[in-house]
């Protein structure tokens, strides 16, 4: 354990032993991208997440998974069974090194097997536990399962998503919720570090997806405060929900977000959007008035006339044409980005946002996003690709524990390691 700063990254003297499965991976990756020795923590033979896809190549492997590569970077990784008698005593031997513990486990779990919070402070004092759970450690849905659409259900945010005459939608396609919990429970996390430097206590960090998801739904609760209305969803294809203008138009080459508004702030892009119709020969006069000024806008549609216009305008030019000809206008509008406008973005070339990282095994380096932040002292990067199964085994039980070469051969046969 260690309470002392130091000046070569954020976390660099805090050790993280990571129990997690996918619901808590991102979180590990938060601390080992700010410096700290996150030590990743499978079962023989692999964590369930590497059966992840998308897989390189698309070629299905436990050491193929990109869901894998992307959640554990700056991990190193050990294998061991904590069911066992042996591995308990291995894991609580790492636990006396530790500042921190994340794990995702039903609640009980971990006390059955004598690894619970209770048990791992009497080993180290200053231990601070991290659980991930769908709904918490206590309460009526405390044992309940849950994954990603189910999260977003019951956590509010898919009511307002998607075709009012179709079923709601999920917010995403992989996993939203646990990157959202995931940077909660870092930040409750380092709250507790705060908290022990001053006291010299550990304590239990219990983080609930739902609740995560529910803190998340602030667009929806505002709709109400602002305009005394409930956040549905709507008709027209790209309307947000409680709004009744489009929000997504077609272009050339794909689709530009806009939506008109009103009100002394945003409506002058409105009034701009205006003024470049008119400088096209679409006079748009005749409906103009209706708009602009109103400050309850934009729950009112936009006149079809002025649809039809911006809709022909936008359809005459690409993304690229649309984009030069609003910030020559001054109208709040910006392309759709696809994976390939995002990688080649002047803004996040310019400051050098992705980075490339070694595989050797691939024999290749592949593009990752880099770090959340930047730091004018302390950087926030990516320190190695994410481990191999079972590649830290030999330097963390061997040189770092003193385990004889021995009885690492005898854990390993024997499924322990």
């Known amino acids: 354990m260690n309470n002392d700063f130091s000046t070569e990254n954020i976390l660099t003297p805090y050790r993280v032993l990571d129990l997690s499965d996918e619901k808590g991976l991102y979180c590990g990756k938060i601390f080992g991208d700010l410096g700290a020795d996150v030590i990743k923590i499978e079962k023989p033979g692999g964590d369930a997440a590497r059966k992840l896809g998308p897989f390189y190549h698309n070629e299905p492997h436990p050491e193929k998974s ?74 009526p849905y405390k044992s309940w399962k849950t994954s990603d659409i189910i999260a977003w259900a019951m956590g509010g945010q898919m009511a307002p998503c998607g ?39 550990g304590q239990q960090v219990d983080v609930s997806i739902q ?72 006079d748009p006069d005749p409906v103009k008035n209706s708009l602009g000024s109103k400050p309850e806008y934009p729950r009112e549609a936009a006149p079809d006339r002025i649809k039809e216009l911006t809709a022909e305008l936008f359809m005459s030019r690409t993304k690229a044409e649309l984009l030069d000809g609003a910030l020559k206008h001054g109208v709040q509008l910006y392309p759709v980005s696809t994976p390939a406008d995002i990688l080649d973005n002047p803004q996040l070339k310019a400051r050098e946002f992705w980075k490339k990282v070694d595989h050797p095994e691939l024999g290749e380096k592949i593009t990752y996003p880099g770090g959340f932040m930047k730091a004018s002292i302390t950087p926030v990067k990516i ?8 590649e830290h085994n030999t330097e963390i039980y061997e040189k770092e524990l003193g385990i004889p070469k021995e009885d690492i051969l005898i854990l390993k046969q024997a499924g322990i390691i």
């Open 66 to 139: 990109l869901f894998w590569f992307a959640m554990n970077t700056s991990k190193r990784g050990i294998t061991l069974d904590i069911e066992t008698a042996d591995g308990q005593e291995i894991f609580k031997r790492l636990v006396t090194t530790a500042d921190f513990v994340i794990e995702s486990y039903s609640p009980g779990y971990l006390d059955n097997l004598d690894l619970g919070y209770r048990d791992l402070e009497k080993t180290n004092p200053g231990i601070i536990m991290v659980s991930i759970t769908p709904f918490g450690q206590t309460g």
């Open 163 to 201: 075709d009012i005459d179709r079923p709601p939608y999920r917010v995403s396609y992989h996993s939203q919720s646990y990157l959202n919990t995931g940077v909660d429970a870092a930040q409750g996390a380092l709250t507790a570090l705060l908290y022990r430097r001053r006291t010299g206590e």
């Open 211 to 282: 609740e995560s998801v529910v803190q998340s739904t602030e667009h929806i609760t505002s709709a109400w405060d602002r305009r005394r209305s409930i956040q549905r969803r709507e008709n027209e294809p790209g309307q947000m929900a409680g709004f009744r203008s489009s929000q997504l138009w077609k272009c050339k080459d794909g689709y530009v977000s806009f939506a008109y508004s009103g009100g002394p702030g945003s409506g002058r892009s409105s009034e701009n959007l205006y003024k470049w119709l008119n400088n096209e020969g679409m």
């Open 383 to 390: 320190s190695r690709r994410a481990p191999l199964i079972g």
